[in-house]
């Protein structure tokens, strides 16, 4: 069974920064992308950031380009997101995925697991 657990998310004031982190188990994570995704309430799900089974293909949302970056440790089977310039409207639940294949994808339905979640809220 596929498991994807976020940690890392929290509270933080504008231009602040964060790193989330997620771990997976139940598959060989080193064969999967990774991607990341973000929903605020009454917003549907946007796709946030992606990356291939290498870490050496990354793609980003329009809206966190330059602040935010992905990267991947598969000896360890975990994602990361590092954030920084953090604005009011980054604020949502952050969402691990995990891939059904090894290229990235920006759609929910390109990922068939999923993580719980993780809040991030940022003032101004």
């Known amino acids: 069974q596929v498991q994807l657990i976020e940690s890392g998310g929290g509270s933080v004031q504008a231009w602040g920064s964060l790193r989330l982190s997620c771990a997976v188990s139940?598959?060989?994570?080193?064969?999967?992308?990774m991607g990341w995704f973000r929903q605020a309430p009454g917003k549907e799900r946007e796709f946030v950031a992606g990356?291939?089974?290498?870490?050496?293909?990354?793609y980003y949302g329009d809206s966190v380009k330059g602040r935010f970056a992905i990267s991947r440790r598969n000896a360890d089977n975990t994602v990361s997101l590092q954030m920084i310039s953090l604005k009011p409207e980054d604020t949502a639940v952050y969402y691990c995925?995990?891939?059904?294949?090894?290229?990235?994808?920006?759609?929910?339905?390109?990922?068939?697991?999923w993580g719980p979640g993780t809040q991030v809220t940022v003032s101004s």
């Open positions: 139940g598959r060989t994570f080193s064969w999967y992308a």
């Open positions: 990356i291939d089974w290498s870490g050496s293909i990354t």
């Open positions: 995925a995990a891939a059904a294949g090894p290229s990235v994808g920006k759609r929910a339905g390109d990922y068939p697991y």
